[in-house]
């Protein structure tokens, strides 16, 4: 997955210091020996010492070093405000039009407004609202949902959004994010979900609701289109490794069938190696309901 399971453990961040960063005079004062031994490298010119920490967090505070004008947006932002970014994610930092490239670095380069930039641990960072609207322009559509999505409740709530958009108007991207933003939903609880019902909305099942509650039958249904009962339950590959799960989804499915509903169920195999009959099956519930 783009991003992993929110249900499960998140990896620990760095703590949200000053980085120790060294670059410039500070780097070349450094022996060979030195340099070898006790930093490791984060970029051309830029290092940090061994013992740090070294994920995204702390190389995003160490890049901020090496540009104290940039601002860290994109999943360096999101790193720094505490969420989760894809393991593969590179420090992202927007600068002055006129800076090079680096390895290992996401270099942007567009106008930040004042007011959305704030300051964590002596480095500029986009706010939460302008770091999501980031992730909505620049990420495949479906990543930018789930990205979104993952940010309601960890480092923003997706309420705050409509407060942006106006803001939004003639800005790069804005009618892309504004689309995202349309499609994400505060009740998505996986990354898989979403990308289930993204899908099955593109075929044209757009009555759909995630995490639908059924208080008379003491359950909740991944997706479900409450007036036909049809209901579709994504299970992941974890989830068969609790034979405990296995048997109260069992019940749990029994129960609707016996309640009259339609049930599918879609494994990760299902979804990106049989998409057709996945679509099929849907549409015969569909068929049958009516």
Request: net charge positive.
């Given at each position: 997955?783009?991003?992993?399971?929110?249900?499960?453990?998140?990896?620990?961040?760095?703590?949200?210091?000053?980085?120790?960063a060294l670059h410039g005079p500070a780097l070349d004062r450094l022996t060979?020996?030195?340099?070898?031994?006790?930093?490791?490298?984060?970029?051309?010119?830029?290092?940090?010492?061994?013992?740090?920490?070294?994920?995204?967090?702390?190389?995003?505070?160490?890049?901020?070093?090496?540009?104290?004008?940039?601002?860290?947006?994109?999943?360096?932002?999101?790193?720094?405000?505490?969420?989760?970014?894809?393991?593969?994610?590179?420090?992202?930092?927007?600068?002055?039009?006129?800076?090079?490239?680096?390895?290992?670095?996401?270099?942007?380069?567009?106008?930040?407004?004042?007011?959305?930039?704030?300051?964590?641990?002596?480095?500029?960072?986009?706010?939460?609202?302008?770091?999501?609207?980031?992730?909505?322009?620049?990420?495949?559509?479906?990543?930018?949902?789930?990205?979104?999505?993952?940010?309601?409740?960890?480092?923003?709530?997706?309420?705050?959004?409509?407060?942006?958009?106006?803001?939004?108007?003639?800005?790069?991207?804005?009618?892309?994010?504004?689309?995202?933003?349309?499609?994400?939903?505060?009740?998505?609880?996986?990354?898989?979900?979403?990308?289930?019902?993204?899908?099955?909305?593109?075929?044209?099942?757009?009555?759909?609701?995630?995490?639908?509650?059924?208080?008379?039958?003491?359950?909740?249904?991944?997706?479900?289109?409450?007036?036909?009962?049809?209901?579709?339950?994504?299970?992941?590959?974890?989830?068969?490794?609790?034979?405990?799960?296995?048997?109260?989804?069992?019940?749990?499915?029994?129960?609707?069938?016996?309640?009259?509903?339609?049930?599918?169920?879609?494994?990760?195999?299902?979804?990106?190696?049989?998409?057709?009959?996945?679509?099929?099956?849907?549409?015969?519930?569909?068929?049958?309901?009516?």
């Amino acid at each position: 997955m783009y991003i992993e399971d929110p249900k499960r453990p998140w990896p620990r961040h760095s703590p949200l210091i000053p980085s120790p960063a060294l670059h410039g005079p500070a780097l070349d004062r450094l022996t060979r020996a030195e340099r070898r031994d006790q930093y490791r490298s984060i970029t051309t010119g830029l290092v940090l010492p061994v013992d740090h920490p070294d994920d995204l967090r702390a190389r995003s505070l160490a890049l901020s070093k090496l540009y104290p004008d940039g601002v860290l947006c994109g999943w360096s932002a999101v790193a720094v405000h505490g969420g989760q970014a894809p393991r593969d994610a590179a420090p992202e930092i927007c600068v002055g039009p006129s800076m090079r490239r680096r390895a290992g670095v996401t270099i942007r380069r567009y106008p930040i407004p004042p007011d959305a930039v704030t300051v964590k641990a002596d480095a500029a960072v986009t706010t939460p609202l302008w770091t999501v609207f980031d992730l909505a322009r620049f990420l495949q559509f479906e990543d930018a949902v789930i990205a979104v999505e993952f940010a309601h409740g960890h480092y923003l709530r997706l309420e705050d959004v409509p407060d942006m958009l106006p803001s939004l108007s003639g800005r790069w991207g804005a009618a892309r994010a504004r689309r995202v933003f349309a499609a994400a939903s505060m009740d998505s609880e996986s990354p898989m979900e979403t990308r289930l019902r993204l899908t099955l909305y593109d075929a044209g099942f757009t009555d759909l609701v995630p995490q639908v509650r059924l208080p008379e039958l003491r359950c909740r249904i991944d997706l479900a289109d409450v007036a036909r009962k049809i209901a579709i339950e994504y299970d992941g590959d974890g989830h068969f490794d609790s034979p405990a799960q296995i048997r109260h989804d069992t019940e749990r499915r029994n129960g609707l069938i016996a309640a009259g509903w339609t049930v599918i169920v879609v494994t990760k195999h299902l979804y990106y190696k049989n998409r057709n009959e996945l679509l099929r099956l849907v549409r015969q519930a569909y068929a049958t309901a009516r």
